[in-house]
């Protein structure tokens, strides 16, 4: 049982570098996610995907851009890295229904240096 | 800006304690709550939802819902040191869109 597969799991990156974290899911959900978590600050949405074909912007969506690939994969894509984007990374996704159930990825650790 | 404010804590307390964790949040209309455990290096899961007023028990944990004091708690009875973790406190924005607090880090001690 995969669920939510996150890759890669430790980046290191310098400033100005890009790169793109990938998630799949294969639990037929509808709904995807992508949050970061800082220390003290708990989980912000980055952004999420209602349904394939759809994406819309969460609470901190400066600095990234998403694409939902297909219903399995939502990317999640750094075009020009910053020291302030160092955080753990987590792709999530539910069946849609408003259950407040997410199903996460065992997180991505990326430190911008 | 919808917000939910949790205590970073540690809450200590002794093996068999019921430990309780509090939340607030600010959005009056907010219709869903829920609160997911996070281990240290894992990632989060869903403990317990509450939607109405009162009180829902499932085994040892009892979510606590007020909505006319923006006020969502949860009780963990008989603690145990398996127990210890990061409770954090959810609200939903639709769309299983989730917002949540920072998180309270329990720590049960034998």
């Known amino acids: 049982n995969a669920g939510v597969t996150q890759t890669p799991k430790f980046q290191v990156l310098k400033t100005g570098q890009s790169m793109t974290l990938q998630c799949a899911q294969d639990m037929n959900h509808n709904s995807m996610y992508w949050y970061r978590q800082d220390p003290g600050m708990g989980l912000r949405l980055i952004y999420y995907s209602a349904s394939e074909g759809t994406t819309d912007k969460g609470e901190v969506p400066n600095g990234y851009n998403v694409s939902r690939l297909n219903k399995r994969e939502f990317s999640l894509r750094l075009e020009s890295a910053a020291p302030s984007q160092t955080s753990v990374y987590f792709c999530?996704?539910?069946?849609?229904?408003?259950?407040?159930?997410?199903?996460f990825g065992e997180g991505s650790r990326l430190t911008v240096l | 800006q919808k917000e939910v404010e949790q205590n970073s804590g540690p809450l200590s307390v002794p093996e068999g304690a019921i430990a309780s964790l509090n939340c607030t949040y600010s959005d009056r209309g907010s219709q869903s709550f829920f609160w997911y455990r996070q281990y240290s290096g894992k990632s989060p899961e869903l403990i317990m939802s509450?939607?109405?007023?009162g009180d829902k028990e499932d085994g040892r944990f009892t979510a606590q819902l007020n909505k006319a004091s923006q006020y969502v708690s949860l009780l963990i009875r008989d603690s145990q040191p398996s127990d210890s973790a990061t409770y954090l406190c959810?609200?939903?924005?639709?769309?299983?869109?989730?917002?949540f607090g920072a998180g309270t880090r329990l720590a049960v001690h034998p």
């Open positions: 509450i939607y109405s007023n």
């Open positions: 959810a609200v939903s924005g639709g769309y299983n869109k989730l917002i």
């Open positions: 999530a996704s539910s069946s849609g229904r408003d259950t407040g159930e997410l199903f």
